[in-house]
């Protein structure tokens, strides 16, 4: 089976959503979010899940959802948690497409959704703003080096993010 999906990775609140609902109007394609995935397997928010059970318990399922990916979906634009970059079998899944921004940039991005609090609110990983830009440091070269494609996203309309993202694949 062909596989040709898009994988979208990236740090939390970078608009992995967004950019796949918006390639989804513009393609033949469907589109799934991992959280999504994990949440409704748990029947539970990702935030309780961090809460009841720890965040190794939450890597795991994201393993898991990973070779499930791998084995079961195909034509589908997979948008993914900031942290699912790792699952050692990305490639195999789909073409990687890293959408890429400055810390500032994302905050600024949360900050002016009208929905702001509740976009902190819901990530475990967001509370601690010191804690966040350390993790945003250790990530960012690993989602260079994963991703076949890099788009910067920053201050950029979401038709030439995905003109551009149509373009490069
Ligand atoms: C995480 C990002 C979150 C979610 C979980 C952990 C991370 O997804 O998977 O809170 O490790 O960066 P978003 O990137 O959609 O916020």
């Not at 079961?72 to 921004?101: A, D, H, P, R, W």
């Not at 804690?131 to 890099?150: F, Q």
Request: aromatic share 8%; hydrophobic share 40%; proline share 2%.
């Amino acid at each position: 089976m062909k596989k040709k999906n898009i994988i979208l990775i990236g740090f939390m609140g970078v608009g992995k959503g967004t950019v796949a609902r918006a390639l989804v109007k513009k393609t033949d394609m469907f589109a799934i979010d991992t959280d999504d995935l994990i949440e409704s397997m748990e029947n539970r928010k990702i935030k309780k899940i961090f809460e009841d059970e720890g965040e190794p318990y939450f890597r795991n399922l994201e393993k898991k959802t990973a070779l499930w990916l791998e084995k079961n979906v195909s034509n589908t634009i997979i948008s993914t948690g900031g942290g699912f970059y790792k699952q050692e079998n990305l490639n195999k899944i789909g073409k990687v497409v890293y959408l890429k921004s400055s810390f500032q940039g994302i905050l600024d991005r949360i900050n002016e959704a009208p929905n702001a609090q509740n976009k902190l609110k819901k990530r475990p990983l967001l509370q601690n703003i010191e804690e966040a830009i350390k993790l945003y440091d250790s990530r960012v070269k690993e989602y260079e080096k994963v991703a076949k494609i890099v788009v910067d996203v920053e201050k950029k309309d979401i038709k030439d993010i995905i003109k551009e993202i149509l373009g490069k694949i």
